[in-house]
């Protein structure tokens, strides 16, 4: 079983939708999730982080975190075309600040 | 968020020559730093965690002589491939760690630099 777990896609959404994004860790100590977004050719940008159960909102994102069931989601409200690319979700331990990534989720939004 | 800058953004180089990529905070001061490794349609891997002015910390199978890290000041981290090989073709990512003032803290990476070994 690999330590964070994503469903490659492609996700496919047409423009103005919601996009829904999961990942399932497997260490039950994690306490830090993000969710980077990764544009082809590019490094990976911060979007959210999500420290404790339950939702966070920023802009056009939620982060969900379920620390029981050890998942956590991403939510893209009025889904755009420049928002296609590949959401990596990414775990730190308890201990130190590594991130362990997941393989990430790559989406598509239709015009 | 923060700022990381890499240099160079690209490299081309020879099989056997050595190629060194430096990874700069601007905005702010990072004791540490990571280095990531990302081949085509795969995920990033974490190769070493570079701490200043102490030695880097590598993962497992990470070759510390081939890959020498170096963190001699707060706000720069090098990566230097020796003797490099095709196969040490990638795209090398490096990120900050940024103190929330907590337990919290977040990575903010650079560009990253793609690096072609013929």
């Known amino acids: 079983q690999k330590e964070v777990e994503q469903n490659s896609g492609p996700l496919s959404v047409p423009e103005g939708a919601i996009a829904s994004l999961n990942c399932t860790y497997s260490?039950?100590?994690?306490?830090?999730f993000f969710w980077y977004r990764q544009y082809s050719g590019k490094s990976p940008e911060l979007i959210m982080s999500?420290?404790?159960?339950g939702d966070k909102e920023d802009g056009r994102f939620t982060a969900q975190l379920n620390k029981a069931s050890q998942y956590v989601s991403l939510l893209i409200r009025d889904s755009q075309p420049s928002d296609s690319a590949t959401y990596l979700c990414?775990?730190?331990?308890?201990?130190?600040?590594?991130?362990?990534f997941g393989g990430g989720t790559r989406v598509l939004v239709k015009p | 968020g923060a700022v990381v800058s890499q240099h160079p953004s690209w490299v081309i180089c020879k099989s056997g020559t050595s190629v060194k990529i430096e990874c700069r905070s601007l905005d702010f001061q990072a004791t540490t730093m990571f280095w990531y490794r990302q081949f085509p349609k795969q995920s990033l891997m974490l190769m070493a965690t570079s701490n200043e002015g102490s030695k880097a910390t590598y993962e497992q199978g990470v070759e510390k002589d081939k890959f020498l890290i170096n963190h001699a000041s707060l706000t720069l981290s090098t990566l230097t491939v020796t003797s490099a090989h095709p196969e040490d073709s990638s795209f090398y990512i490096c990120?900050?760690?940024?103190?929330?003032?907590?337990?919290?803290?977040?990575?903010?990476f650079g560009p990253g630099t793609r690096l072609t070994v013929l």
């Open positions: 999500i420290y404790s159960n």
């Open positions: 990120s900050a760690l940024v103190l929330a003032g907590s337990s919290y803290n977040e990575q903010f």
């Open positions: 260490d039950r100590v994690s306490q830090s």
């Open positions: 990414a775990v730190v331990k308890a201990a130190g600040n590594k991130l362990t």
